[in-house]
């Protein structure tokens, strides 16, 4: 079975920065896409960044130019970086992964969520 586990949220004040980490464990073979959704009070659960193991990247419009998405291969681990944060980034970030376990079967797993509040 394989986890996700994120870290990093946290509260910051508008123009601030944070860095979230969605470290994978488990039997993994591979991870061919992580992802990071977030869901803001209220709304439906949107997709914020997406990167490939080949390293195609895409973004959300509202966080073009101000979040990076990045991955390190060897340790199955998944970053987002958020600078310039605005108020209406507040919501639960979710990490998301597409893994391939060692046993060949595909597995779409979800971390538990981690809050991020910017305040104006």
């Known amino acids: 079975q394989v986890q996700l586990a994120e870290s990093g949220g946290g509260s910051v004040q508008a123009g601030g920065s944070l860095r979230l980490s969605c470290a994978a464990s488990g039997s993994i073979f591979s991870v061919p896409s992580v992802a990071w959704h977030r869901q803001a009070p209220g709304k439906q659960r949107e997709l914020v960044a997406i990167i490939t193991s080949d390293g195609d990247i895409n973004y959300a419009d509202p966080v073009k130019g101000r979040f990076t998405i990045s991955r390190d291969n060897a340790m199955n681990t998944g970053y987002l970086q958020m600078n310039s944060l605005k108020p209406e980034d507040t919501g639960v970030y979710y990490c998301?992964?597409?893994?391939?376990?060692?046993?060949?079967?595909?597995?779409?797993?979800w971390g538990q969520g981690t809050q991020v509040t910017v305040s104006s």
């Open positions: 998301a992964a597409m893994v391939i376990t060692v046993q060949r079967t595909v597995e779409n797993v």
